[in-house]
């Protein structure tokens, strides 16, 4: 007992304010703020250099994620931006970090444990290849998930390896060049520490070790004590064989009094390898995907869902003119669309999905939508939704054009699978048909209405000369910084009234309804009313067409507490927004523990029976400190109205934690209020997305990614806490990809059942393309049941590691005068020999640094010719060539201007520039 206790305070007292390398948890260095602090240095650097490659300057108004975002999209300003994105990306990137803390806590290759180099190099190079495939094929959201995990691995190498032990301060650059050896490595029966009785000791690496630089790591076990003799341990309460001799630890992970210096030469040194991966990333990528992958782009997605069956031309031809109307009336403002997706669906056919940042492609893809075929049954209405949910950026708002039943109502379970995951908004516009050949059955329209109010979307009928005038909804929310203030649905027939809070920072404040044969009265907060049936009243503008009411208040300048009297006997729903950088990202987060405890965002619903714990970040116009919140609930969103609200923890850096320990029953939102201290006014915000808890839990974890034409298995297990019995396990995946999977798993309360999904993709799939994956498993009696969402790469095994090479020669720079004020009308010049004759060929070049123009012949090559010509004022220059699987190769070279003794004295950096220069690329 004794001892015990003495080891649980020894934990505590080694967890600290400033331990490191764990998941998250608000302290000095974690690896969410190694993470972070490369991240938003390696953003900032590529917006920097996007803006003065476009003429402008770089100037944000502070360091936090949301002005990072507005300052790097630069002065076409007119319009707030929104953080969130930019935030939610820098999110999935820590989680997924944090999480190879518990779904590889056994694996030495995740964490560099056990001298396993080879094999931690090997994960980090496959995740390497897999990024950069997946950003090729703009699959961004994979792309950030990996990253997210082998910077978890990188990092890991400098605080559980001898690397700074050794002396060295800078990175080792070998683990992300795969075509560079791992030298110098400890073999197995080469002893490594001293032993350490105390378990603090500085440095208990061997002199000879130091010596000779050889590489090792400590032993880690979490169930066994057994190491090699003479090896390192890990160390800590959690490493069992650091009790055997030599004892003690050589881990980094946490800042005690005896490792204070190597412990932050491994923090300085994981952060600076941490940048040197993002820049190979970057490189390859190009500036504007990398910043993309970052959730750097205007926020507005068009997304569009067109049945285009024989009777919907009149609808594709409003959808054609409210495309237009976005692109034509948007261009050049912060609302422009970043990226257009259209999915056309028929019967028996849908897709394809076309996705694309041009608008003239948009235009023109939508141009050629023809209605014909279908005849009387109903389409592939949700399958074409599928591929939009699966490929549009989290948060997107969808719109489906539609005047028919859906004949794959199968997928309903799915699609409220992928609307709770990606938390993307789905729209409806149903319309009757002309002719009436084919109205609509209640039925259906009700399940559209059911997947629309899940996703805080709306469902809206109206005839099909009516359609233009529903369509200022989809105007609305093509916008930059939309938020929810307030949604309700009631079924009850009930008079209520709602009050909702309007804060200064809103704009453009819009209230919906949608139902029939409604009256309200709306009040503001200096007691001044407007009635349904004054259109064009003293608060706003009230618009209506079929079952859609929408208002559009006066002014923005309304701040206050308003109030929405509403009498209706049919169901209804109401909707207040507007546009503000006020907003929240949130996710439904399970505690795991283990050497590294953490939190793990939960992919399908969470567990009934216990608290709902939420990881929540508010974002503001100057960063986290000028919010503050002050309370966070749950409500069902159709009523009766019952806030729980939960328990608030500040983890620090903005994020938030809540704890609710009284879940409702049902389908519910995340509400929240709080002061915005920059203009001193309340605010109220709520999450679109509908979720609810289960009984059932469904556990998967991605660990590789899939090689075109070989079987992938999948394991998951399946547990329940309500009754046992048969459950019915479904699966589908958005490319068709061939799957077996047991259709049946017999469950016992509590215990987990283990599955396997063998999943194949075929041999010719494009490298980087992502499959999304969801397994669902309900009740025989369907009355419970629960899914998870997972995104698989598929990447092609690849064999060129080779990057291209650069020889620069012919500088001819004798022109440049000494005197730098007369560069201006002077020239200089190079070439360059580039060369990828064993790789898979040059694909692109361009120009890093440098303000002058560099020409070369089409690509792509595996050998050309580039050169340079620039203004003597502009003295360096940096190109870089990236070939087919993004190896990345780098030419560099600096000019001294011409002048004797005096360009010496004019700058020394420069001077040494020339020292540097010729061949950045393999030594
Ligand atoms: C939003 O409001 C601004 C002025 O506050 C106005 O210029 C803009 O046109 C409005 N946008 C929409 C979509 O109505
Ligand atoms: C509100 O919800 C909580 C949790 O679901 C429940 O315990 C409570 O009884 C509800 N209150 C009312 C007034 O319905
Ligand atoms: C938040 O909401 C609660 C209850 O709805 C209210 O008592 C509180 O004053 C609100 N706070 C702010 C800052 O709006
Ligand atoms: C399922 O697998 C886990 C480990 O992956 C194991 O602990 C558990 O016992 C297995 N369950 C069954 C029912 O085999
Ligand atoms: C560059 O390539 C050309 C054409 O192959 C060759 O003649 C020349 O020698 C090369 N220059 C250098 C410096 O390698
Ligand atoms: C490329 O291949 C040639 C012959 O196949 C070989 O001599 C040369 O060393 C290789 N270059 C690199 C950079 O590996
Ligand atoms: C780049 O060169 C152009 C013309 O040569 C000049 O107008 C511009 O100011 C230069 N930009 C920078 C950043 O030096």
Redesign the pocket.
């Known amino acids: 007992m004794a001892l015990l206790l003495g080891v649980s305070l020894l934990a505590l007292a080694l967890s600290g304010p400033t331990v490191a390398f764990v998941p998250i948890g608000g302290s000095a260095s974690t690896h969410v703020s190694i993470t972070g602090t490369a991240l938003l240095q390696k953003v900032t650097e590529t917006c920097r250099a996007v803006a003065e490659a476009a003429g402008h300057e770089f100037k944000p108004t502070g360091s936090s994620p949301a002005e990072i975002v507005q300052a790097c999209l630069g002065p076409t300003a007119t319009g707030d931006v929104s953080g969130a994105k930019f935030q939610s990306a820098l999110q999935e990137i820590y989680v997924q970090n944090g999480l190879v803390d518990r779904n590889f806590v056994h694996s030495a290759p995740h964490h560099f444990d056990s001298e396993a180099f080879l094999e931690g190099r090997g994960l980090i190079m496959e995740g390497l290849v897999a990024i950069k495939a997946n950003i090729r094929e703009e699959n961004f959201k994979a792309a950030r998930e990996t990253l997210g995990r082998i910077l978890h691995t990188l990092q890991d190498f400098y605080s559980h390896s001898n690397w700074v032990e050794l002396g060295y301060t800078e990175p080792y650059i070998n683990l992300i060049r795969p075509d560079l050896p791992l030298e110098n490595l400890a073999d197995v029966n080469t002893a490594t520490c001293s032993d350490c009785a105390s378990g603090t000791c500085s440095n208990p690496i061997l002199p000879n070790i130091l010596k000779e630089k050889k590489l090792t790591s400590g032993y880690m076990g979490i169930f066994t004590s057994a190491k090699p003799q003479g090896k390192c341990s890990h160390g800590g309460v959690s490493d069992l064989t650091s009790t055997v001799v030599p004892r003690g630890g050589i881990s980094k992970d946490e800042r005690r009094s005896d490792n204070v210096a190597l412990h932050e030469a491994a923090v300085k040194t994981a952060t600076a390898a941490s940048l040197q991966l993002l820049e190979d990333i970057r490189s390859a990528a190009g500036d504007k995907d990398f910043l993309r992958m970052m959730g750097i782009a205007r926020s507005a997605v068009v997304c569009f869902v067109i049945d285009t069956t024989g009777s919907m031309s009149d609808d594709i031809e409003e959808a054609r003119s409210v495309v237009y109307q976005i692109i034509d009336s948007k261009k050049g403002t912060q609302d422009e669309p970043s990226e257009y997706i259209l999915v056309p669906f028929n019967d028996p056919d849908f897709g394809p999905m076309i996705r694309t940042t041009d608008p003239e492609k948009m235009k023109t893809e939508i141009s050629k939508l023809k209605a014909s075929g279908g005849g009387d049954i109903p389409e592939m209405c949700l399958s074409g939704l599928q591929l939009a949910l699966t490929g549009a950026p989290s948060s997107s708002h969808i719109y489906v054009f539609t005047d028919a039943e859906a004949k794959d109502i199968a997928l309903k379970d799915t699609i409220v699978a992928l609307i709770r995951s990606t938390k993307s908004t789905v729209s409806f516009f149903m319309t009757a048909g002309k002719r009436g050949r084919r109205s609509v059955t209640y039925a259906s329209f009700n399940d559209y209405s059911d997947l629309a109010l899940a996703s805080g979307g709306q469902a809206i009928k109206v005839s099909k000369n009516q359609l233009p005038q529903a369509t200022d909804v989809i105007l609305d929310t093509s916008t930059s910084a939309l938020v929810t203030v307030l949604q309700r649905a009631r079924n009850t027939g009930r008079e209520e009234t709602f009050p909702f809070t309007l804060d200064e920072s809103l704009k453009n404040i819009t209230i919906y309804l949608t139902g029939t044969s409604l009256t309200f009265t709306m009040t503001n907060p200096a007691g001044i009313s407007q009635n349904h049936n004054e259109a064009s009243g003293k608060l706003g503008t009230i618009k209506t067409v079929g079952n859609l009411w929408r208002i559009r208040l006066n002014s923005d300048k309304q701040s206050g507490t308003w109030k929405i009297n509403i009498k209706t006997a049919q169901p209804y729903t109401l909707k207040v927004t507007g546009q503000s950088t006020i907003t929240f990202i949130y996710d439904f987060v399970e505690r795991f523990t283990g050497p590294h405890p953490g939190y793990a965002v939960i992919s399908g619903r969470p567990q009934s029976g216990q608290p709902a714990t939420l990881m929540l970040s508010v974002i503001g116009r100057k960063g986290p400190s000028s919010m503050s919140v002050e309370e966070v609930g749950l409500v069902i969103v159709s009523g009766?109205e019952?806030v729980?609200n939960g328990v608030i923890t500040d983890m620090g850096n903005g994020d938030i934690l809540v704890t609710v320990d009284?879940?409702?029953?049902g389908e519910f939102v995340v509400v929240l209020n709080g002061t915005d201290k920059v203009s001193n006014s309340e605010f109220q915000r709520q999450s679109t997305t509908q979720m609810s808890v289960s009984k059932v839990n469904i556990q998967a974890v991605v660990g590789s990614s899939v090689v075109p034409g070989e079987n992938f298995n999948f394991p998951f297990s399946v547990m329940t806490q309500g009754a046992g019995g048969t459950y019915t396990i479904n699966a589908r995946n958005d490319r068709n990809f061939p799957m077996t999977y047991p259709s049946r798993l017999t469950l016992t309360t509590g215990r987990y059942a283990n599955a396997t999904l063998t999943i194949t993709a075929p041999v010719n799939t494009e490298s980087g393309t992502d499959v999304t994956l969801t397994i669902e498993a309900k009740s025989s009696s369907g009355a419970d049941s629960n899914y998870a969402v997972l995104r698989l790469s598929v990447v092609t095994k690849i064999t060129d590691f080779y990057q291209p090479q650069c020889e620069v020669f012919g500088v001819l720079a004798d022109d440049c005068p000494k005197d730098l004020s007369q560069c201006g009308s002077f020239h200089w010049e190079l070439s360059a020999n580039l060369t990828d004759g064993n790789g898979t060929g040059i694909e692109s070049i361009s120009l890093r640094q440098g303000n002058g123009t560099l020409s070369h012949p089409s690509l792509p090559a595996s050998f050309i010719q580039a050169s340079y010509n620039a203004s003597c004022c502009s003295q360096i220059v940096e190109f870089i060539a990236v070939d087919k699987v993004g190896n990345v190769g780098k030419c560099y070279h600096a000019i001294v201007p011409s002048g004797g003794s005096v360009a010496l004295s004019l700058s020394l950096p420069l001077w040494l520039c020339l020292l540097v220069s010729a061949l950045v690329g393999r030594p």
Do not use: F
């Open positions: 009766p019952n729980t009284a879940v409702p029953e």
